[in-house]
């Protein structure tokens, strides 16, 4: 789409068979909702289910950088759970107080993760293990471990009830800028591009002369970022700051950067991939709920985490195989 | 004139053990400068040095005139010097247009990347060299010569004042080297140095002005190309006379000619993928045969063959004349075959480990007994190879990695030795490892040859083969191509052969 | 050279010898802190309950350990502690479980143990055969491990009274808690293994170089995998001592970030993360100063959640060291 050539479907395909899959079966899962269920297509559902997804959303395009470049962010849940606190206790200064606040109290936490990583030579998930433990007790410190309330007299709970326009609610439009800059920022700037070759060779990246350690606290810091708006989501949609919330998100956000075909390696991924992803793993749940409705089966919540372990599991399967026959193909030349 | 670079009195350390002692470099701006020497003289080293990858312990540089400081590779591409180094460092995953580009992408609106730009400037610099392929593809889908190619491009593509080029030519065809002679050239007419390091000396007289001659992390000789010859260059890296070359008595492998006529290792057109595609040779109790080529020629994977590590596509094996496939090493070891890898920090010691559990590491299943390992059996074993190998270690549970590369080798020599095998493959055994202890590793190898067993050697040292080998298998392009038999081998007609198939380039 | 193989042993002895100390250091400082400040610090009963509470923290550290040795790692402990934990009162509650209690009783030690072996083979074979990477690999259960459990008991707290079954976590053998001793025990045999057997040798080998430990015909494959067995099994057992404690089985908190525990008290005790290195006994070290740390905040009364960061700090901190003596 980028090349001067015209767009090459084939090509897209041949090299991009994982995303190409997730698209199709998200098409194939709509398709099927859609047909099955009666107010599966109506504008409510859509409208929630969007609007319910998006800080899961936000938090997996963080996450897609961090794996990217090879590394892993497991903080972001607790993050999340920690900038929801800040939000709701800054609620009451209004949204545009409190979500930029929110969102660098969450990028001060990428930035820790980001020195413990690149200048104090701690392995990722080791650093940003610590660093879900460190979130955790903070939020459960400030907050007392209760929820708090957010201000309802404030402007704060529009973002996830107010429509931009009378259109599309705010969180939905908000999560769709951050897809399209941050897009732009790995398809169309330097930085984007080190990201990538830092995961796919860091040795090699350094040796070309880029910024290695810019690109390493870019990434966290963004994730950091990315979960801090996860935050403010949680806090505006549900009315409160949730300090218990956001156990297992790192794992719904790798799952989703994952099932997006980004390499877990890093070096090799996407971002509409990724929300493919996020999407297609959020609408599973989506459909088991409608499914559960009609009352023919009945899946408790607790199969959730299953069938997401499960799905992990294939994709691993999936890239595998995958990269074995293409390290095959490679030797054949 | 000026020197566009001179590095003088250049000292580096690792761990200790001295790596770089007084080295020095002088290039003349415009000028080819060739830098040769045996591995391990310091030739990466010190190029590592120059371009900000490791720092220099003492010693001054001086670069367009003024004192240099580069402490990052960063800073030296953006000071002028653009690097290909030895080992490929592109990303094999991103594109062939990012690959070239990254780092000095072409922009517009300030920020953004202008890919089409970036793709029509990648294909220009790529037609430089000949070379029309599809830019958006990964790198990693192209063939190691283009990978190569595009390396270069990479570094000349860059305005750079100075060219480094290591071991360039290691996996082109000589079309391909053409091409890149074609590059050097054009750049030496625009005035941009090139520091040119190669193994293949000939390649020297056609493209480079002067030569500068490393040994033993000195620098020991700088000349005009055109008065010297390639004898003396050899001399030069070896620290000899140049007539003392065409004499005996080098190397401790030589032995008396005994041979036995059993066969102990016979293999037929072995192929296991694209590095190596068809290899045949048999070897005799007794007997020292070696592995003669260039660099990935398929020497080494033709040791990984036989070993187990890669699988057999195609041709057989037959061991003491029966059938043998091994499916991993633990089968070619059981079958009496040991292999002293290349790579010794990579794929020989565990660095953690002591002496002793380095070098009982390939014998464990049979120290077993009552469900553990027979440490009084392990300490007396061990105990022997230290002595008889004069292993140099304060004691036997001393961490391998304290020890220096000869007597790391010698431990890992003794690690095969224990397995009391019939085969021992070795290659590089005296690689980065000092004059003495090198003789020493010779003669323990003889010595197990002399025993009736059999060595399958690869050696990039010249004098090892002819001298210690009953038979030279020469081998190009993951193929056997021909065979030269003792009595008989010179280092010039070894030198011929390699040349012959090199595709000719004297 | 002849002077740097004389002097360098020295100086790494040296070296090893600060670093062991450095957990006794910590840990006597804790020590000291407690009795001069904690009340009621040197009590029997406060002992017990210490023991009892860091033995599962030690007996999967040990795993941890092992795992970490051949330069893995293990997230899926706590889930499958979670998946034993639930497993047990599931069986000998069930009719068959109480119309023979004694087979019942053993097949609530049995199956648990065998569902954390199939966990341990699952993740093992990730691992070591699809060579995926193990924090990703060890993932996969960690979410649905507890998943499984939580399914299995539809969520349910599983309250139960059942002596001989909560002997694991309350029984006392001279005064101390039976599972204090069972760690002791695993610890012994562990220390075996690595040191002296075949099997530990090689898990080393692989941990310090596994290119180096194939090419010698070591079994990388069957290695990796046993160490996944080992470490998930010991976490099954673990699972049901949690359980025994409690006399309830609750699928939701059995074994609850005991990854992170786990992985603090391996790194504190010294294994490096790398891998090649298995101390047995600094995992027990490194459970026991952890334990301590948590139980010297909360006796003091610092919150729960303070406690948390401290951990977190420890982790960094240990691991940093680590790094910065590689460096």
């Not at chain 2, 002819?466 to 030279?472: D, H, Q, S």
Request: glycine share 10%.
């Amino acid at each position: 789409m980028l090349d001067q050539n015209a767009f090459d479907l084939r090509k897209y395909i041949s090299r991009n068979p994982q995303s190409v899959a997730v698209w199709i079966a998200l098409i194939v899962l709509i398709a099927f909702g859609v047909l099955r269920y009666e107010n599966f297509g109506g504008a409510y559902n859509i409208s929630s289910f969007l609007n319910y997804n998006a800080m899961f959303i936000a938090i997996s395009l963080g996450m897609c950088f961090v794996i990217l470049t090879g590394g892993i962010d497991l903080s972001v849940g607790s993050v999340a759970a920690f900038t929801s606190v800040i939000a709701a206790y800054l609620s009451p200064y209004g949204i545009e107080v409190a979500m930029p606040l929110a969102i660098l109290s969450g990028v001060a936490f990428g930035l820790f993760n980001a020195v413990c990583i690149v200048y104090l030579h701690i392995p990722p998930f080791i650093a940003t293990l610590a660093t879900m433990l460190g979130a955790k007790g903070g939020s459960l410190v400030i907050s007392g471990a209760q929820t708090i309330a957010v201000d309802w007299g404030s402007n704060f709970t529009q973002l996830g009830m107010e429509k931009a326009f009378g259109l599309v609610p705010w969180t939905i439009v908000i999560v769709g800028i951050l897809i399209v800059g941050l897009w732009i920022v790995l398809e169309m700037t330097s930085l984007g591009r080190t990201v990538l070759a830092v995961g796919g060779g860091e040795d090699a990246t350094v040796m070309m002369g880029l910024k290695v350690n810019r690109a390493k606290i870019f990434v966290y810091a963004l994730s950091g970022g990315c979960a801090g708006l996860a935050g403010v989501f949680l806090a505006s949609g549900f009315g409160a700051g949730q300090p218990l919330e956001g156990v297992g998100w790192e794992l719904s956000a790798i799952a989703s950067v994952v099932v997006g075909g980004t390499l877990l390696t890093g070096g090799l991924g996407s971002i509409p991939a990724t929300v493919a992803g996020a999407l297609l793993l959020g609408l599973v749940f989506n459909i088991l709920n409608f499914e559960n409705g009609k009352g023919w089966i009945s899946f408790s919540a607790y199969w959730q985490m299953v069938i997401r372990g499960a799905f992990l599991f294939a994709v691993i399967l999936f890239q595998t195989r995958v990269m074995n026959r293409q390290s095959k193909v490679e030797l054949a030349r | 004139m000026a020197p566009l670079l001179a590095m003088s009195g250049i000292e580096k350390h690792f761990a200790g053990i001295p790596a770089l002692q007084g080295a020095a470099l002088e290039i003349a701006p415009g000028e080819v400068h060739a830098l040769i020497g045996q591995n391990g003289a310091g030739k990466s080293t010190l190029i590592k040095i120059l371009t900000g990858l490791y720092r220099r312990d003492e010693g001054t540089i001086d670069f367009l005139g003024s004192p240099s400081h580069l402490t990052s590779p960063r800073e030296s591409q953006i000071a002028g010097i653009a690097t290909i180094y030895q080992e490929l460092n592109l990303v094999p995953l991103r594109s062939v247009s990012e690959n070239v580009v990254m780092g000095q992408e072409p922009k517009k609106l300030g920020y953004l990347i202008d890919w089409p730009e970036a793709h029509r400037r990648t294909r220009e610099i790529l037609s430089r060299f000949g070379i029309e392929i599809d830019v958006t593809a990964p790198l990693g889908s192209y063939s190691t010569a283009i990978q190569q190619l595009v390396a270069i491009a990479r570094a000349v593509s860059m305005d750079a004042k100075l060219v480094i080029m290591d071991e360039p030519t290691s996996s082109l065809d000589t079309s391909e080297v053409e091409i890149l002679f074609g590059v050097v050239k054009d750049l030496k007419a625009s005035g941009v140095s090139v520091l040119y390091v190669s193994h293949f000396l000939d390649e020297l007289f056609q493209i480079c002005d002067r030569v500068t001659i490393m040994r033993d992390g000195q620098t020991v000789g700088c000349q005009d190309i055109a008065d010297t010859t390639k004898l003396d260059l050899i001399a030069g890296m070896l620290g000899r006379n140049a007539s003392e070359i065409a004499s005996e008595g080098l190397t401790e492998l030589a032995g008396d000619g005994t041979t036995y006529d059993e066969i102990v290792l016979q293999v037929d057109n072995v192929a296991t993928g694209p590095r190596l595609t068809d290899f045949s040779m048999t070897l005799h109790r007794g007997e020292i045969v070696g592995l003669g080529g260039l660099l990935g020629s398929g020497r080494t994977e033709a040791a990984r063959s036989i070993f187990g590590v890669d699988h057999i596509t195609n041709g057989s094996i037959k061991l003491k004349g029966a059938e043998f496939n091994p499916a991993e090493p633990s089968d070619a070891i059981r079958a009496g075959i040991g292999l002293l890898t290349e790579d010794r920090k990579e794929e020989g010691i565990v660095p953690h480990m002591s002496v002793r559990e380095n070098l009982t590491l390939a014998l464990l299943p049979s120290m077993r007994k009552n469900g553990q390992i027979d440490l009084e059996k392990e300490r007396a074993l061990v105990e022997d190879f230290i002595r008889k190998l004069g292993i140099k270690t304060s004691h036997m549970d001393q961490p391998i990695r304290e020890l220096s590369g000869g007597n790391q080798q010698k431990v890992l020599l003794a690690r095969w030795l224990a397995t009391k095998p019939d085969i021992l493959i070795l290659d590089e055994p005296t690689r980065g490892v000092d004059v003495g202890a090198k003789r020493e590793i010779q003669s323990i190898i003889r010595s197990f040859v002399d025993e009736g067993h059999a060595v399958l050697l690869i050696s990039s040292e010249f004098e090892e083969l002819v001298e210690g080998a009953n038979r030279i298998v020469v081998m190009h392009e993951g193929k056997a191509v021909s065979e030269l038999t003792n009595p008989g081998i010179t280092e010039n007609a070894l030198v011929k052969a390699l040349a012959h198939h090199e595709g000719a380039t004297t | 050279m002849t002077s740097l193989t004389t002097n360098e042993p020295i100086r790494a002895d040296l070296v090893g010898r600060l670093k062991n100390h450095g957990g006794l250091i910590a840990l006597g400082v804790i020590l000291v802190f407690n009795i001069l400040v904690t009340p009621n610090f040197l009590h029997t009963q406060t002992l017990a309950v210490n023991i009892s509470q860091v033995a599962t923290i030690a007996i999967v550290a040990m795993g941890m350990t092992l795992v970490i040795a051949t330069g893995g790692i293990d997230l899926s402990v706590g889930a499958v502690m979670a998946l034993s934990g639930a497993l047990a009162p599931l069986i000998f509650m069930s009719d068959f479980g109480v119309a023979y209690p004694v087979l019942g009783l053993i097949a609530a030690l049995f199956f648990p143990l065998v569902a954390a072996l199939i966990c341990g083979l699952f993740n093992g074979v990730i691992v070591a055969v699809l060579k995926v990477q193990p924090i990703i690999a060890t993932l996969i259960l960690f979410i649905s491990g507890r998943g499984i459990a939580q399914v299995l008991t539809n969520g349910n707290l599983q309250t139960f009274s059942n002596p001989e079954f909560s002997y694991l976590g309350t029984g006392k053998i001279l005064g101390f808690p039976f599972q204090g001793w069972l760690a002791v025990a695993i610890a012994c045999i562990l220390f075996w293994v690595v040191n002296r057997t075949v099997f530990g040798r090689y898990l080393l080998a692989i941990g310090g170089n596994e290119r180096a430990a194939k090419l010698s015909g070591g079994p990388v494959q069957r290695v990796k995998i046993g160490a996944y067995v080992i470490c998930s099994m010991l976490s099954g057992l673990a699972g049901l001592i949690v359980v025994a404690i409690n006399s309830a089985s609750d699928a939701a908190r059995n074994g609850n970030l005991m990854e992170l525990d786990a992985i603090a008290a391996a790194v504190v005790g010294g294994a490096l993360l790398q891998g090649g290195k298995a101390p047995i006994f600094g995992a027990i070290l490194g459970a026991v100063i952890i334990q301590l740390v948590k139980y010297t905040l909360l006796a003091n009364g610092v919150e729960d959640e303070v406690a948390l960061i401290a951990k977190a700090l420890i982790i960094l901190a240990a691991v940093y060291i680590q790094q910065a003596r590689k460096e």
